[in-house]
């Protein structure tokens, strides 16, 4: 399996930690990992993917990852912007590409870009928001 991160912005303790996260979430989403996943999103958590009409939920949240998405086959991220306020809430600002199975067998690579949302929950994070998606949606 082949993914890597690009070129971090240079960042303090706390924003490293979060980006190392962010990275943690992708690689439970490429291993379709569902459980982990529910333990690292806000029960209230909302989203919204650029292009759709409405904000999803939480169940929906963790629909994206589980086995009736389309599987993750490599990705690469890029992150533009990370940012720690107060000790308590993070913002996250990047872009990514990821080559994904489509239909038959084949695979298809999408790109785009988030801004994820985050709560400080012990020395964790938990995910409250995201918006973004691929590029070309809006």
């Given at each position: 399996m ?33 459980a ?78 988030w ?24």
């Amino acid at each position: 399996m082949e993914h890597e991160s690009g070129e971090v912005p240079r960042l303090g303790d706390e924003e490293q930690l979060l980006w190392e996260h962010v990275q943690m979430l992708w690689e439970l989403a490429r291993r379709r990992e569902t459980a982990p996943v529910r333990k690292l999103l806000h029960p209230d958590y909302t989203g919204w993917v650029t292009g759709l009409d409405r904000p999803h939920d939480y169940e929906a949240a963790v629909a994206s990852v589980g086995p009736d998405s389309p599987r993750i086959l490599r990705y690469r991220l890029q992150p533009l912007k990370v940012t720690v306020f107060d000790h308590e809430v993070g913002v996250v600002h990047y872009r990514y590409e990821a080559e994904v199975e489509a239909a038959g067998g084949a695979s298809q690579t999408i790109a785009g870009r988030w801004t994820e949302v985050y709560k400080r929950r012990g020395r964790g994070w938990l995910m409250i928001s995201v918006s973004g998606g691929p590029d070309g949606m809006r």
